[in-house]
């Protein structure tokens, strides 16, 4: 079975700082990992995902992610974060190998919260 | 229009009506989807369509009825709903059903009250 955690429910933080959300899964199998955001009033969207290859991820307005097979991690980072980046931020899992059905695991959701 | 659509966006019913939710996709997918998303938990997948086939129900109850007529349209019929079942629902579709890989694309979602 797959899970994902997101270690934090609100992350506040001013505008122009760094910020980062945390995001740990376990597994028996072999992932692909997604972080989705949710604008208020709207569905969620891609932001990046990690299917293969380098473990640094570079995805939609300006953010990146990082695998970490070691520590079963894949955590969001933004260098600047911006007002417009107040939103809840998804992470998901699907699993690899036969049987998979493309089922997407999401964790709890971390919310962001950018302050003038 | 393009994306994913949805009607109505914001949907009152009591426990005894039936009600339908409406999902379009306009990106020529094969894949689609009903979500979950109550207040403080994890977005829960109900069911998966492929090629208008139903290939997950992940136990859902039977009060929650879905159709997918070809694989643009999906819709999620409602009758005698519980008030703990007062959640916003997500409609999403993919290029292709059962893939790991593919990034799904989300409509704005339904929000559903039960009185």
């Known amino acids: 079975a797959q899970s994902v955690t997101q270690l934090d429910s609100q992350v506040p933080v001013f505008e122009e700082a760094p910020v980062e959300l945390r995001c740990n899964y376990s597994s028996s199998v072999s992932v692909y990992l997604f972080w989705y955001v949710q604008y208020p009033n709207q569905g969620l969207q891609l932001l990046l995902k990690y299917l293969s290859g380098s473990t640094l991820v570079k995805g939609i307005n300006g953010f990146e992610a990082e695998f970490n097979k070691s520590q079963t991690s894949f955590h969001l980072r933004k260098p600047s974060v911006h007002i417009s980046d107040t939103a809840e931020y998804f992470c998901a899992v699907s699993g690899s190998g036969s049987g998979n059905t493309g089922k997407l695991i999401f964790g709890q959701g971390t919310t962001l919260q950018v302050k003038p | 229009e393009t994306g994913v659509t949805q009607t109505p966006r914001h949907l009152v019913m009591g426990m005894t009506n039936k009600k339908s939710l409406k999902c379009e996709q306009h990106?020529?997918?094969?894949?689609m989807y009903w979500y979950k998303q109550s207040a403080k938990k994890p977005l829960e997948l109900m069911f998966v369509?492929?090629?208008?086939?139903?290939?997950e129900n992940n136990s859902v109850p039977s009060r929650f009825s879905p159709e997918c007529p070809n694989s643009s349209h999906l819709f999620l019929h409602l009758h005698t709903l519980q008030p703990e079942d007062s959640a916003l629902y997500l409609c999403a579709s993919s290029r292709r059903g059962g893939a790991a890989t593919d990034t799904q694309y989300f409509g704005p979602g339904t929000r559903l009250t039960v009185l």
């Open positions: 369509y492929n090629f208008k086939e139903q290939t």
């Open positions: 990106l020529g997918h094969n894949a």
